[in-house]
């Protein structure tokens, strides 16, 4: 006897042809017998039902996403109750990893899930760039944490946590309640008898909302959270007034402004069963929509896709997002459910009526406007290091239409709780013929603007892109501001350099304090030419941070011919700090042998690489996919010396110029996750007679940012007699572009030369072209500035455009602050720094105090332009406060 179609699951584009594809639920009821099919959605408008059963789909409630980020999409489900396990394929949660297209292998979280767990919702809860799954049971709820690893087992690595006091069986959706770029989450139960709100506070923590505690004793028993268009603030759909889990008899609006919450308009709706909140019209403006039957019904209590008897008519219930009735349709299919398939808009689809009959669907009407169908993808080119889920669940979409907004979230829309579809987002264009821009925000909280977005399908991918970095350097030499290198980023606040955890398993972010100066070297004499009677560097912020500029110095060094002079300046890991002090030398060597092992194994002459400072790095293997900053394999780089390092009067130091790709707090966090070690330069010493390898010092530093030069003091004590080898070791992704070894000694003749500075001006001067290089080697064209740029800046008070001279004349924890776009032009007295005598090389130094910080979602109050930094030790004073007073007025924040 053939089969019935009873239920139709939206699922996802499997197959990659642009169109929704589906589940369909077969009973065949005379044979006792359950199959899962897939059913293809055709760009004509007609379907296809696969001929027999994936075993993939043999379980419970389905969740559909990219879960390892591999460009193929995945599935999660849920368990199946006693009473259904006729679909086979045993009670536990699972999921299926798509190998191939349209090959499945099936995992059951092996070690991780227990017996009793349901999984209700799948989305990036911790922001680190893959996907977290949310299982309740009858003890309560908890996160599936995807450790972005392999597992033992398994391709992925889990993690099972508990939330203490969660709901039970519960159903579940995410949304960004309070608006600061992470997804808190709303629990319920199937009967509407209990809700929680736990707001997410990030590495794994929750707490609960006290804003939302009259919502959560409402009862709602279907919810959806959107955005209103008007001022993109959440919203929150229920369905209140229930029968035991099945139909409900209002629609509850819940608004929110400045933080607060307050029940909206409440809807009389008749024997809801179903809720989905979205554009019917293809106006912009998003839809209450609620499933009416003709009397109240429960569901199958049993069925793992809840399968309600079909009642003998539905209507469709319209309300506008404030809950105001539209208009309701009657004679709608009964069981009927909403999808975008594609550019056409949400579209209805309902079971088939008899045994052996079609699917059903109400397709769109001629009246219908436009729609653009916009999917989101994060990680797609595994090369260029992306920080969001493939998926791009979690994107945050609002385009400009007509002069209105149109505020959408790739968000579950559906209220039922039960499986979750990875569709498109429909944006109904109205009566225009594009969008004019979409502003999106990625769920690693990076901005980006796409122009233009015409009706149609179209694939949104994140764009790579630098976000934030230290302050860059720009140097007037005589016929153009010359980029340089960037500085500060020692002094970067809130950086999250590692985890702790406790024995009860909770998390603690480690901020090591930031060193709040660097002296970065500018150049030889010819690097800074004066004009109009002043050296000019200017400071600028190309991306999206704040900088805190307490103070800056111009010096000279001169130095006698034959002489060096280089800055004791580092990112000081471990071993002796860097002092900043100027170290001179006249006696160098360089590396006659410089290999690179990566990962223990392949190995690579880079001799000529870092033979000298020309921008092309040695290779040292490819990068992690992952994770921003780190390399794939550890590199292993081998110096081999033509003298003994202590053969030489003096103090031997390691010189390494290059430059480093700097991970964001998020990434670090994400590191930790997957247990990938982040090391940076490890020195080693080989003992000439037994060959064996000696720590000088474990992680000891690397260069602090962009092109610039390191020094690495060889303490003589932790040298083997007669050494001629040295190699460092790390998993960073660090760029060597020059190695030498020099003799640091006294220079009586040397000499320290001050222009002291005249003026000091914040401008708005606008965001320098990046110019891209190999290797990432940072670059920028002062030039080519452009005014606006897809950034933010932290809300909070700003130095006020114009001269600021006051705040950096000293060392006081008074700052000139600006941000993303701005920048501090330096004006020094180039009367007090005549040119050099003859004989004498000059090297320029520019001194700055100082902090910056950027806006990464697990920086330490990276969301705010406070509190203000102090150096260690010191406290506002009233000289101080009164600077800021006096220059610090100047309000912004927001995009």
Known sequence: APGIVVALVPAADINGDGTLDFVAQVDFVEESRVERRFVRSGANGRW???ASTADALRRGRHMWGDLNNDGMVDVVFGRVDAATRIIGGGMWLGWAQQTAPGKWRSWTFAGMAEPGDDVVLCADLDHDGDLDLLFTNATGSGVMWNLGRAGAVEPIAWERREIPGTLTSARATAADLDNDGDLDLLLWSAGGA??????????????????????????????????????????????????????????????????TWTAGPRTAVTNALALWVTDLSGSGHANIVVLENDAPIGPVPTSPIPVIPAPASAALAILDAHGGLVERINGVPAGLELAVIDARGPVGVAPAVTAGGPARWMAPGSGRWPYAALSFRGRIDPSQQMRTNASGIGTRMDARIGGEWV???????????????????????????????????????????????????????????????????????????????????????????????????????????????????????????????????????????????????????????????AMDERMGVNGAPPTGEACFFRAAMQPISAVVAVGGAHESDQSKAISARDGKAADFGAADPRFIGRLGKEAVLTLEFPTALDGHAGDPALLVDGWVEYPYSSTGFAMWQASAPYQALSMEARDPVTGAWRSVVAEY??????????????????????????????????????????????????????????????????????????????????????????????????????????????????????????????????????????????????????????MDMLTGDGSTLGPLPFREGKSATPARDALHAQFNIRWAGGR
């Open 48 to 50: 296809t039902m696969d």
């Open 194 to 259: 209990a809700a929680q709100v736990w707001k997410n506070d990030r590495l794994w923590a929750w707490s609960r909302d006290p804003a939302l505690s009259a919502f959560e004793s409402s009862g709602p028993g279907a919810v959806v959270v959107f955005r209103r268009n008007e001022d993109g603030h959440p919203a929150i759909a229920t369905l209140v007034d229930g029968y035991g889990g099945g139909t409900h008899q209002a629609m509850q609006l819940w608004e929110s402004s400045q933080g």
């Open 407 to 565: 505020a959408r979230d790739a968000l579950p829309w559906r209220g039922g709780g039960n499986s979750q579809a990875l569709e498109p987002i429909a944006v109904g264009l109205g009566d225009a013929t594009s969008a004019d821009f979409v502003a999106i925000d990625w769920p690693d909280a990076v901005t980006q603007t796409e122009l233009g977005i015409a009706a149609g399908s179209q694939t949104v991918v994140e764009t790579q892109r630098q976000i934030s970095s230290c302050p860059v350097i720009f140097a007037w030499n005589g016929s153009s501001y010359q980029f340089v290198t960037d500085c500060l980023g020692v002094g970067g606040i809130g950086f999250l350099a590692g985890i702790e955890r406790s024995a009860s398993g909770s998390l603690r972010a480690v901020y090591p304090p930031a060193r709040p100066w660097e002296r970065v070297a500018i150049g030889g004499a010819d690097a800074l030419v004066a004009q109009d009677g002043a050296y000019q560097i200017r400071l600028g912020e190309p991306m999206e941070e704040a900088c805190y500029l307490d103070a800056a110095r111009l010096v000279a060094w001169d130095v006698p011919a034959g002489w060096q002079v």
């Open 701 to 854: 530093g690397y260069p602090a940012g962009m092109s610039r030069r390191a020094v690495f003091p060889v303490p003589r004590s932790a040298l083997p007699p007669g050494c001629t080898a040295l190699r460092l070791r790390t998993t960073m992704e660090i760029y060597v572009d020059r190695v030498e070894l020099a003799w640091f000694e006294p220079c009586p003749q040397a000499r320290r030369v001050t222009a002291p500075l005249l003026t000091a001006s914040v401008v708005d001067a606008g965001f320098a072209a990046r110019v891209p290089h190999p290797q990432r080697r940072p670059d920028y064209d002062y030039a080519r500035r452009a005014p606006l740029w897809d950034c933010r800046k932290q809300p909070g008070l700003y130095t006020q455009f114009g001269e600021c001279t006051p705040l950096l004349a000293a060392i006081d924890d008074a700052v000139a602050i600006f941000g993303a776009g701005e920048e501090v032009q330096l004006r020094f007295d180039a009367a007090k720094a005549p040119r050099p005598a003859p004989g004498m090389i000059r090297t320029w130094v520019l001194e700055v105090d100082g902090w910056c910080k950027d």
